[in-house]
């Protein structure tokens, strides 16, 4: 059974920091494409960050960019969302998505829409305060 367990969220000021975590267990996702969303109270979910299946690939949101920087740590099975200069914005439920498909090229547009991810995890609560 293929799981996404996020972790890393929680209640940070404006300006604050956050790492998030999410580890993958019951396959290897060292070749594919992972990726993060977030979604806030009220709205659809929206795609944050993602990488390549050889990690030289990143893509952003125009909004997190040159503040979010997404990584990856195959050994481990991890994908990493590191967050600085959070604002009230950044705030909503960030889940971790990860494609079946390995070694699969895509263009920047399937990169950022949620129907090329098949696992998803649970989430992880980010709340930034004013």
């Known amino acids: 059974q293929v799981q996404l367990v996020e972790s890393g969220g929680g209640l940070v000021q404006t300006g604050g920091s956050l790492r998030l975590s999410c580890v993958a267990s019951g396959r290897s996702f060292g070749n594919s494409v992972m990726g993060w969303f977030r979604q806030a109270p009220g709205k659809e979910r929206q795609f944050v960050a993602a990488?390549?299946?050889?990690?030289?690939?990143?893509y952003y949101a125009d909004t997190v960019k040159g503040r979010f920087t997404i990584s990856r740590d195959n050994a481990k099975n991890a994908l990493y969302l590191q967050m600085n200069s959070l604002q009230p914005d950044d705030t909503g439920l960030y889940y971790c998505a990860a494609d079946h498909r390995q070694r699969t090229t895509y263009s920047e547009y399937q990169y950022r829409t949620s129907s090329l991810y098949d696992y998803w995890g649970q989430g992880t609560q980010v709340t930034v305060s004013a």
């Open positions: 990488l390549s299946y050889s990690a030289s690939i990143t």
